[in-house]
């Protein structure tokens, strides 16, 4: 798409580089000639015939020349005294315009390209440092799988091979502190929201199981049904009619329940 340039005698609006070079030259011819353009001049009959001849070469010369290089010769030393776009010597002042152009989008196109190659210089250098800190290697999707399969164990079962780990287990774990316990049977994950009681929450979530037996010996020490008098029956059966029969059936919080709320005293985590 061809650039555009403001029109200073059609209120600002975007003109062809054509037209706005011809409206240079009169505007040129004006001063010389001590009169004035106004608003859409070309349309008044003194300057129709002129407009017409001055458009017609800058058609020419922007199809022939970059227009930046034409508006540069015409605002240059020896352009300003330029009064018609048919001089015989505008076509060597415009190449060489040309060249100048050039030369400057050359030196430009360089320095960008020296900049550039500093630096992806840099920060290869960068990487290269932090890779040998931190012994750390990029692989590909490839090379990280066949490393992952190379962390895999097995054991023999039988006549069988049978994995005993899962080197993907923690791949689509979010960010954060995660406390893992891994026994036979099973494995526990829980997310660590507080890292700095890794060490009591550890502890704690050992002592879960203990605190499961502890629970029930105690709850096998009592009567597991104990027998309520004719006088206790009369006063109970008085209870559910006042208050409903959902008083016939009583629940109690489950042994692991119950060993989950003391882990949380334990760790701070109750709620209050």
Request: glycine share 2%; hydrophobic share 35%.
């Amino acid at each position: 798409m061809s650039e555009k340039y403001p029109s200073k005698y059609s209120n600002g609006k975007l003109v062809s580089a054509a037209q706005y070079i011809t409206e240079m030259i009169c505007e040129r011819k004006a001063i010389k000639d001590k009169t004035d353009l106004h608003y859409r001049f070309w349309l008044q009959k003194k300057w129709q015939v002129f407009y017409r001849n001055q458009i017609a070469s800058a058609n020419k010369l922007v199809k022939e020349y970059d227009p930046k290089a034409v508006i540069a010769a015409l605002n240059s030393v020896n352009g300003k005294k330029i009064y018609s776009l048919r001089a015989p010597h505008l076509p060597d002042m415009i190449k060489y315009q040309s060249e100048l152009i050039h030369k400057n989008k050359d030196k430009t196109t360089v320095r960008k390209n020296s900049i550039i190659k500093k630096d992806i210089e840099y920060y290869k250098n960068e990487a290269e440092h932090y890779r040998r800190l931190f012994n750390y290697k990029v692989l590909d999707v490839n090379t990280r799988a066949a490393y992952k399969e190379d962390q895999r164990l097995y054991r023999k079962v039988g006549k069988k091979f049978v994995p005993v780990n899962d080197p993907y287990a923690y791949d689509g774990l979010r960010n954060g502190f995660w406390l893992i316990q891994v026994k036979d049977g099973s494995t526990s994950i829980r997310q660590e929201v507080y890292p700095q009681k890794a060490a009591i929450h550890a502890a704690a979530r050992l002592m879960e199981d203990k605190l499961i037996d502890i629970i029930r010996k105690a709850c096998e020490a009592r009567p597991s049904k104990t027998p309520l008098s004719p006088e206790e029956k009369k006063d109970w059966d008085k209870f559910i009619k006042k208050h409903g029969e959902s008083f016939n059936t009583l629940h109690y919080p489950s042994m692991q329940e119950n060993a989950e709320k003391i882990v949380k005293t334990l760790l701070g985590e109750a709620q209050p």
